[in-house]
């Protein structure tokens, strides 16, 4: 299939329960950057495709049911498979106390929601000192 | 195989050994249609058993062999026996697997390598009856981005509007002295995806404001008179802002 559009070699894990925040991230990292993205909208179904496909980048959000974003960290880092692809956390502006909760789960940055649809790419790759 | 349809307006396709990069342009590209990309295998066979789907669109040669045995299954459960298909193969193939195949009449079409993307999009607009939405975008135009979110919303205002509904409903509990801690709890959790995702769409106002309405309802802090009086208002801005037109760049809205 032909395509209008070069992709680039980074893939990119979205994990978040919100489908609104996926496909704007999905549709924002594909169409600014030409990343490939994968979706997962839990921390469980996110650890799973994490280990299977190997992503650049898993961007994780902070509240979600049953598994949250501080297990999912956890269990991504405890898995050889993901343990050393880093991680951006999505988290809404919300509790002053949260750099402190995430600091020392060995993120890579944090990102704050609602993020720049326009500049989301440019916020990842700005926090793991990639080249666009 | 579970593929009993889900009542629904917006069409659901199914892409099967191709991008989920293709999946979302083409999801711009019909306007907005719900369109999921799975790998071949397991991951295929489980979503199509989800059910609901209003198209199947098969990438043979990427599919390999799992492609004939999906499309066996498919033709095999009733309720996905009808499902229409479009089959994006080598010519050469398919005058070997067209027959084993096409059990039905109207419902398998095929799409002959190399499939351009307009073509594919062009034949998924036929087969569901829906029309194609304005030229799609191109990587890294801010103005494209900016389209892709417009239908976005489009797709999810009604689902955040019924967000926003909750929150009204503790709003009005709260102000009859009636709100229970399970809906000040989902409004809570509520008002707290708004205030994540509105912003993305244009409506910085909207995040803001769902904002202090999640600081409102966050446990345990006390809500009196006051407090439910203030909700009250909050809920009212919050409603308004999310009616009107998203604020993104290049649109009316944002200037």
Redesign the interface.
Known sequence: MNRPTTMSARRALVIDDDEAVREVARASLELMAGWEVLAADSGSAGLALASAARPDVILVDVIMPEMDGVATVAALRATPATRDIPIILLTAVAQDDEPDRFRGLGVAGVIAKPFDALHLADAVAATLDWDR | MDGAPRPTSTPRILLVG?????A??LG?RLGGATVVHAPPGRAALDALGQGGWSLLVL?HERAGSAALDLLRRVRAAAATAELPILH?LERAAASRLVPALATRPGVLRLLF?????EE?ARAAAECLGVTLAPA???????R???A??TA?WQR?RA??LERVAVVEQATTALLQEELDAGLRERAF?EA??L???????GF?DG?RLA?EV??LLRPPRALGTAEALRLADLVSQLRYALEQAPAL?GTPAAR
């Open positions: 191709l991008s989920a990069e293709l979302t342009w711009h990438d994006c390598q190399p499939v351009e993307r594919l799609p975008p191109s990587s890294g135009d801010a494209a981005m900016t892709a979110i976005m999810f689902p955040t959790h707290h995806r205030a994540g995702s509105v912003g993305t769409f910085a995040s904002h999640e600081q760049p």
